[in-house]
């Protein structure tokens, strides 16, 4: 059985259990709260005291970036993760993205407000301006961020976007991303989270 060391609240734990809910697998969440994460059980599993960490079997992976990597090369080769060394190439782009502004910008800013977390606000908020016009302009023209089908690039990317309203970013700022968030949300098997629940599409 595959386990999910997360928790409820965390985007880059939602990255997995999107893949893993739309692969259609089970997994088993583990609850890896701040003490936990300290602990030497989990230090050993991941040496960054971080979530999400995936084990199926003797099989451990951190990064939410790289399990949805190995998941799509495992489950979904040749298709969520790129059919041509171009798509490849693309979804690397917003894999980094989704680590570094994404993270830096946006996901920040939620957690200083939801869990207090201590932030150069400034920073963060310049860094979420200067990534969200580029999701929404990037969508003006397709439904999802590369090739004509859902990717790790929209798994990866999506969950801090979909929650930034919890750090005070009005999406409807930025439509087409917002549209993009609630196509992903309605699609089947999506897994509703705080803040991101699924939804189908409006007529
Ligand atoms: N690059 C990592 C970042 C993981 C990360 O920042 N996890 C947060 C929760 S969402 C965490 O465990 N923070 C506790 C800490 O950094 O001490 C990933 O994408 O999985």
Redesign the pocket.
């Known amino acids: 059985m595959i386990r999910l060391y997360g ?1 409820a609240m ?4 939602h990255k997995v259990r999107m893949a893993l809910a739309f692969l259609g697998l089970d997994w088993h969440d583990e609850v890896a709260d ?1 003490a936990t ?1 300290q602990s030497e059980a989990f230090r050993a599993l991941n040496p ?5 960490v995936y084990v199926e079997g003797d099989f451990i992976l ?4 790289a399990i949805v990597a190995y998941l799509a090369a495992r489950h979904r080769p040749g298709d969520w993760d790129g059919r041509t060394p171009e798509e490849r190439g693309q979804i690397m782009v917003w894999l980094s993205h ?2 570094n502004e994404i ?1 830096n910008g946006p996901a920040l800013l939620r957690a200083e407000r939801l869990f207090g977390w201590s932030i150069d606000r400034e920073r963060a908020t310049a860094v979420a301006e200067r990534i969200l016009p580029v999701v929404d302009a990037h969508l003006e023209n397709r439904d999802w961020l590369v090739g004509d089908r859902l990717t790790i690039a929209d798994i990866a990317a999506s969950p801090y976007l979909a929650l930034a309203p919890d750090g005070g970013i009005d999406l409807d700022a930025w439509p087409r991303l917002r549209d993009w968030t609630r196509r992903i949300a309605a699609l089947p098997g999506f897994p509703s989270m705080p803040g991101w629940p699924a939804a189908p599409l409006a007529a």
């Open positions: 928790s965390s985007g880059n734990a701040a994460r960054m005291a971080q979530i999400p951190r990064d939410s970036q989704a680590a993270f």
